[in-house]
Every structure is written in structure tokens, then in C-alpha cells.
């Protein structure tokens, strides 16, 4: 029975959360894919834009892989914390082969996806106070990562003008003495941008110059589009390995989201570090998975190279659509699979007698009037977007974006 006593203020009791938790808001994209799942399973005819989750099944051999791995009792055992041994020797020949870094297994920690990487990557490298500059627009989860290891997330803003591309001058422009790594992701999630190679030299000079770290998030490394020139930042600036921590994982490239396996690669120190936080928070990753990545990344990249052909065909279809939008304006984006289109001139405006003030409102107006769900820009520290995933069937595609220049004609 709940007990009538009353809290007082000032009490243990009257703080309930934790500040620090407190402050962190539930992540805004699986919020988005949540609710249109939800609507969904009701019978809506709900087309999710939102979570940026390939619509392809994962392959077969590697589903086959995590079947055999279920039948072997070691599997229903633990792993080492930082992972299976033969699958962070994959990894690291994986990052040879597709990226050319050459790095030790020692070097590798397998991790809860992508996600866990890159909590494990700041909490092992920020002190209280320590700033992180994160190019805006941002993936919703960055920030929230960074505040929870104690740092602070400093934004720079690139907004469509630029390509969402910043530049050097503006991160020196937002360097201070307390900041202590630049957060670097390209393709980006959620503009699409890719930087070219010597775009990401100019960008790995400033960081070695002024002596700071890189995190760069290469999850998306297998979906450029149009032959780009770019690569992987340590590569291309070799002398910044020592102080950089790449993350990926197999959830973009093998279609592998709810398998929950990515890892970060960085000095041995650091790795370590983030081994042992691992080690008291979660143990390893789950087994069967963990062998499931390791069919993948042993394998060829013959899916995604098929996955891409679908993403390139809809990434045309839908810029081509989005911008029939009168008030839409959307840049073509170089990787990934997410749009990212400028709103701004639908907004300010009333739509079935309602004012449309925000693309957080133009979010929740389309997903209840058109049954399209978006992220709107907010989540990713710029108003006035909105996210569209692309890696949805082609047909859902079409009937959403129709659905929208409809509402909008
Ligand atoms: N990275 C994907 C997205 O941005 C997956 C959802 C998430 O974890 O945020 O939609």
C-alpha cells in the first residue's frame, strides 16, 4: 500500500530524479519512431519517415550465423566485457579493408551499438566542464552524451547555404581553452553532408594545431554517393591517431539496427578506460549478436552495395518531390539516407485555421493531418528542418511525400 505520508521539501525524498538525469530529454528520433510504430499497430496508415532504420532484413548469412551461435552453449555465456575476441580481430581488419586505418584488436571495444560507443568514448575522455564542439544540425543523441559524461556541447551551426558543412574559421570561432575534443560525422546524421578529403585534412590540421581530440562518427562510412572523395579522418590525417576514437558499428551497413553492435577503435589508454566502464555497466554485448558481427564484418559488402542502389534511387525521388513543395527547399544530400529540408517557408502561416509557427508544429500537423511522421529540426539543434529517413520502401515513399504536397498544395 502507498504510504499517506507527506515529502517534505528539502527531504532526500523530495528530489526524486537526479539533476543530471534530469536534464536529459528522451531521444527525439526513437520518440518519433515509437509513436508511428504505435499508430501503426492501431491500423493508422501511418508512413514513418522517422527513425533512420534500413527497411531491408538483415542477410540471411548472417541471420544463419546468429542461429548456429544460439545452438552452442558458449555462446549463453559471457565474453570478455570489451568483446569477443575473434570479432574485435575482425573489426580491425574490417577498418583496414573499408577504411585503410590500421589498428591493433586491443584497440577495439564492442559496445551496445553505435550509441554506447560514443557514451563510453566521452565518458572515458571529459573531465567536468570540458566543452566538445558539435557541428549543428547534430544527431539528437550527442549532446545528451556529452552532458552526461560532464561535458559541455558547444554548437556550431552550417546551415544549407554551406552545404551543412562548417568550416574551419567557424571552429576556431567557437574554441576556447576548455575545449578539449571536436565531435566530427560525416556522412551526417541528419543533413546527409559528406565532406570531401580536403575538407576533412583542413578540419584534422586545426584539430592537431590546437592539440585537441576527434571523436568521428563513421557509422554511415558505406553510403556515399556519386563516387564523393572523402575518408576517414585519422587516415587522412594520420598524425591525429593518437588522439582520435572512431565509432561505428553494423546497424546502417548490414541492416542490423536491433542487433545492438557497434564499437569504438582509439588509443589503448582510452580504450581501457572505457573497457573497464563497460565491465561494471552492461558486461559484454549479447553473444548472439556479437557472432552475428561477426559474420557480418567478415563478410563481403554485397548488401550494402545493394542497399545503396535502393537509398541512391529514393534519395532522387524524394529531393525531387520535396522541392515540388512550394516553401520546401531541399539540398541534394551527398550520404547517409536522411533529408533534410528547410521548412522555413511553410512556417509563420495557418493551415485548417491553426497557426504553423514552428517545425516542431509542422511535425505533429503532418503526422496527424497527413499521417506522415518527420523529426522536426529541433531535435537536431535547428528549427526550421525537418528530418526525412529515406530508407523506407519506395512505393511508402512516394504515397508520403504526396500525401505532403497535398496537405501543402
Ligand atoms: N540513428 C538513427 C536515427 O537517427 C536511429 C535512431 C536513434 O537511435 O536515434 O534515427
Same mark, same amino acid.
Given at each position: 500500500m502507498a504510504s499517506e505520508q507527506t515529502v517534505s521539501p528539502g527531504?532526500?525524498?523530495?528530489?526524486?530524479?537526479?539533476h543530471r538525469l534530469g536534464a536529459i530529454a528522451e531521444s527525439a528520433t526513437l520518440k518519433v519512431d515509437a509513436k508511428a510504430k504505435a499508430l501503426k499497430a492501431e491500423g493508422r496508415p501511418v508512413i514513418g519517415f522517422g527513425a533512420g532504420e534500413p527497411d531491408f532484413p538483415t542477410p540471411d548469412y548472417i541471420v544463419e550465423a546468429a542461429v548456429e551461435a544460439c545452438r552452442q &552453449?558458449? !555462446?549463453?555465456r559471457y565474453t570478455p566485457a570489451g568483446g569477443l575476441p575473434e570479432l574485435k580481430k575482425a573489426i580491425a581488419e574490417k577498418t583496414r579493408r573499408d577504411s585503410g586505418l590500421e589498428v591493433d584488436p586491443s584497440q577495439v571495444l564492442v559496445t551496445n551499438g553505435g550509441k554506447q560507443a560514443i557514451y563510453a568514448a566521452f565518458a572515458a575522455m571529459l573531465d567536468p566542464g570540458d566543452e566538445v564542439i558539435v557541428p549543428a544540425?547534430?544527431?539528437?543523441?550527442y549532446p545528451e552524451a556529452i552532458q552526461l559524461a560532464g561535458g559541455v556541447p558547444v554548437e556550431v551551426l552550417a546551415d544549407e547555404t554551406q552545404e551543412y558543412k562548417v568550416t574551419v574559421d567557424q571552429l576556431e570561432a567557437a574554441r576556447t581553452d576548455r575545449t578539449k575534443v571536436l565531435l566530427f560525422v560525416? &556522412?551526417? !546524421?541528419?543533413?546527409?553532408a559528406v565532406y570531401s578529403s580536403d575538407e576533412i585534412r583542413a578540419i584534422g590540421r586545426w584539430v592537431e594545431d590546437n592539440q585537441l581530440w576527434v571523436l568521428t562518427d563513421e557509422?554511415?562510412?558505406?553510403?556515399?554517393?556519386?563516387?564523393?572523395?572523402t575518408g576517414s579522418m585519422p587516415v587522412l590525417c594520420p598524425y591525429l591517431q593518437d588522439n582520435c576514437v572512431v565509432v561505428n558499428g553494423v546497424a546502417k551497413t548490414y541492416a542490423?539496427?536491433?542487433?545492438?553492435v557497434g564499437w569504438m577503435i582509439g588509443p589503448p589508454d582510452l580504450v581501457k578506460a572505457a573497457t573497464n566502464l563497460q565491465s561494471h555497466a552492461t558486461s559484454n554485448v549479447a553473444n548472439v549478436s556479437q557472432r552475428a558481427a561477426l559474420a557480418a564484418v567478415s563478410g563481403d559488402l554485397a548488401a550494402v552495395a545493394e542497399m545503396k542502389k535502393a537509398f541512391d534511387r529514393r534519395r532522387h525521388t524524394i529531393v525531387a518531390m520535396l522541392n515540388e513543395i512550394d516553401g520546401v527547399v531541399c539540398p541534394m544530400p551527398g550520404g547517409a539516407f536522411y533529408a533534410y529540408p528547410s521548412v522555413k517557408g511553410l512556417l509563420g502561416k495557418e493551415y485548417d485555421g491553426r497557426l504553423i509557427d514552428s517545425s516542431a508544429d509542422l511535425a505533429e500537423y503532418i503526422l496527424e493531418k497527413a499521417e506522415v511522421a518527420a523529426v522536426p529540426g529541433e531535435a537536431f539543434g535547428s528549427p526550421g528542418y525537418l528530418r526525412l529517413s529515406y530508407a523506407l520502401g519506395d512505393d511508402d515513399l512516394v504515397e508520403g511525400v504526396t500525401r505532403l504536397q497535398k496537405l501543402f498544395s
Open positions: 527531504s532526500p525524498r523530495s528530489r526524486r530524479v537526479s &552453449p558458449a !555462446n549463453h544540425p547534430y544527431w539528437t543523441s560525416s &556522412p551526417s !546524421n541528419p543533413t546527409g557509422i554511415y562510412e558505406h553510403l556515399v554517393y556519386d563516387d564523393a572523395d542490423m539496427t536491433g542487433w545492438r
